[in-house]
Nanobody, 121 residues
Framework: QVHVVESGGGLVQAGGSLRLSCAASGRTFSSYHMGWFRQAPGKEREFVAGINWNGGRTWYADSVKGRFTISRDNAKNTVYLQMNSLKPEDTAVYYC??????????????WGPGTQVTVSS
């Protein structure tokens, strides 16, 4: 199981950009597929983006495709989410977690503290 801490959130105007980071513990991090999720107030947590163990394959929710880019640096045990052209509906707490390849559900019950992203109109 990988333990994670998310960071990089903040307040940004619509159309702006943010880069989120997910720092993971454990020597086995590079063997896990990882994903980003988000939860807006009053809504269920939803899948945003996924990346395979070596960064060679990625997959996205339709709502962020073309605007967000997931990447990873296994030497730093870190997964990133570059968010461009942000919209007010992207406002949420963002989390990372383990995923199965190509899947949209987390495979670990452990969730980090998340990082708040707020997009103003």
């Amino acid at each position: 199981q990988v333990h994670v801490v998310e960071s990089g959130g903040g307040l940004v105007q619509a159309g702006g950009s943010l880069r989120l980071s997910c720092a993971a513990s454990g020597r086995t991090f590079s063997s896990y597929h990882m994903g980003w999720f988000r939860q807006a107030p009053g809504k269920e947590r939803e899948f945003v983006a996924g990346i395979n163990w070596n960064g060679g394959r990625t997959w996205y929710a339709d709502s962020v495709k073309g605007r967000f880019t997931i990447s990873r640096d296994n030497a730093k045990n870190t997964v990133y989410l570059q968010m461009n052209s942000l919209k007010p509906e992207d406002t949420a707490v963002y989390y990372c977690n383990q995923v199965s390849f190509g899947a949209t559900m987390a495979t670990s019950n452990y969730w980090g503290p998340g990082t708040q992203v707020t997009v103003s109109s």
